[in-house]
């Protein structure tokens, strides 16, 4: 069973929104994690999280509730998971959110970073492409922003649930 990741779903507008999604998914999983740990460090208050009466954090007691129960390097592992797609129990019950509820886990573990989650390394320093990717998502308006955050914690966690088809993919037109 395979995960039903598609890089070409994407909720962004522009070709710049794009490419930046693109210039994303190039970074190794560790830089992922540290990029959306400087988000929400240095634009938290923007974007918390995206649509605050849209999140729902009852719905996520896994990611919300058990996983502050754990150690730094389970939840470190767990992140990993969930970054990378991979078929775990965390991971799956990360792909079952909405997007909304998803961006508000990773607001919820980046304001627990350092306390209740585990945290960045005191001697970690951002990468060239992780802060050139801050760099220009800083620069973009609030809709562009939103669109990008979405569509990146969209395209992790596991689910097997497939998207409906189109009517381009399928050559058939609906009826009722």
Do not use: C, H
């Amino acid at each position: 069973m395979t995960s039903s990741f598609n890089p070409d779903r994407s909720q962004a507008l522009s070709a710049e929104t794009q490419n930046l999604i693109k210039a994303f998914n190039a970074l190794d999983t560790d830089a992922k994690l540290a990029w959306f740990y400087l988000v929400y460090k240095k634009m938290g208050d923007s974007i918390t999280p995206a649509a605050p009466t849209a999140a729902e954090p009852e719905l996520a007691p896994r990611l919300l509730g058990d996983y502050y129960e754990l150690s730094d390097d389970e939840q470190l592992a767990i992140m990993r998971q969930i970054v990378n797609r991979e078929d775990t129990e965390y991971s799956r019950a990360y792909g079952a959110l909405k997007e909304n509820n998803q961006l508000m886990v990773w607001y919820a573990w980046a304001q627990g970073m350092g306390d209740t989650v585990v945290g960045m390394p005191s001697n970690y320093q951002a990468s060239e492409p992780i802060n050139n990717l801050l760099s220009q998502i800083e620069g973009l308006d609030f809709e562009d922003q939103i669109s990008i955050f979405r569509t990146i914690s969209s395209n992790m966690g596991y689910t097997d649930v497939k998207p409906i088809e189109t009517q381009a993919q399928t050559g058939k037109t609906s009826s009722l």
